[in-house]
């Protein structure tokens, strides 16, 4: 059974990505009172069967990357106890590869928090590693620490904007955005992107300009009924709408320039259910300006 601790977990690989990624955690731990794990998963699988390496060698080169990562552990708690000296930190050292490490850890813990990138990842390839399989596969919201463009700056000012497109995933998406825009005190945006699935695409241009009003209206009472609750559950947080013609990844990625955190469903309506990450929260998680919380559908009972 997954148990949910009061903690924030961060995986660590001593990368620029990595540096985020511990700062970001530790100061939303500090915030809101959690503790916080660094974890560092050793890349040791190869090392002794089809790595090419044996005896002696395979020894020394063990000893190497146990080094990398006890340093990766270090610098992490070094950082986060600069951020707040009293934070409750715990870390851990496991000899299994970081990936599943991080997913077992996702059971226990509040939040799971990553890097953009890792020491092994290549700049155009960056939903190839670690980040973009942890989303996929967690037992709880992961947040992919990313920065304004071509920098390492991770904002900490403007809005929470969230994807709203009517699946049960993105129900559970709505109510963690208003959630943490309650917590900072900040906005929030609430986008729909009606045209997902484009009615070009399915019926042809001809049946999408029969009747555009009513399907815009439509639309817009979906979103409506979406944010009615949550409205009044938070009445503190500002709502701003957002109702746009547009695919979904399109308008969040520009939302995302100017907001603190974008928050996502793993997969939307149009997805498909082997899909572990929708296109639209794999676009994010590539190329978003800002951090993205990649809420995980909840477990069947």
Request: hydrophobic letters at 40%.
């Amino acid at each position: 059974m997954t148990t949910t601790d009061p903690r924030i977990t961060v995986g660590v690989d001593g990368s620029a990505g990595s540096t985020a990624a511990v700062t970001w955690a530790a100061k939303l731990a500090s915030r809101r009172h959690l503790q916080l794990k660094i974890v560092h998963g050793l890349q040791v699988a190869g090392l002794y069967y089809g790595g090419g390496m044996t005896g002696i060698g395979a020894a020394t080169l063990f000893e190497a990357v146990q080094k990398d990562g006890e340093r990766a552990i270090a610098d992490a708690r070094a950082l986060a106890t600069s951020i707040d000296k009293d934070l409750v930190l715990t870390t851990e050292l496991p000899n299994d590869p970081p990936v599943p490490v991080l997913i077992e850890e996702s059971r226990h813990a509040r939040m799971l928090v990553v890097g953009r990138t890792g020491t092994g990842g290549f700049a155009d390839m960056l939903l190839g590693g670690t980040a973009a399989s942890v989303a996929g596969h967690a037992h709880c919201p992961v947040v992919v620490v990313r920065g304004r463009e071509g920098t390492t700056a991770v904002p900490e000012m403007g809005p929470v904007v969230v994807g709203v497109d009517g699946s049960p995933n993105s129900e559970q998406a709505i109510a963690v955005a208003f959630e943490e825009a309650s917590l900072r005190g900040t906005p929030l945006i609430a986008v729909h992107a009606w045209n997902d699935v484009t009615y070009e695409d399915a019926f042809g241009s001809a049946r999408i300009l029969t009747q555009p009003e009513s399907l815009e209206e439509g639309e817009e009472r979906l979103l409506g009924q979406r944010l009615a609750g949550w409205q009044e559950k938070y009445p503190d947080v500002e709502v701003r709408r957002k109702l746009v013609r547009d695919r979904p990844r399109h308008v969040l990625l520009e939302e995302s320039k100017t907001a603190q955190l974008v928050v996502v469903g793993s997969r939307g309506r149009g997805g498909f259910t082997g899909m572990l990450l929708g296109s639209t929260s794999q676009a994010l998680v590539q190329h978003a300006d800002c951090p993205v919380l990649v809420v995980r559908p909840e477990p069947k009972a």
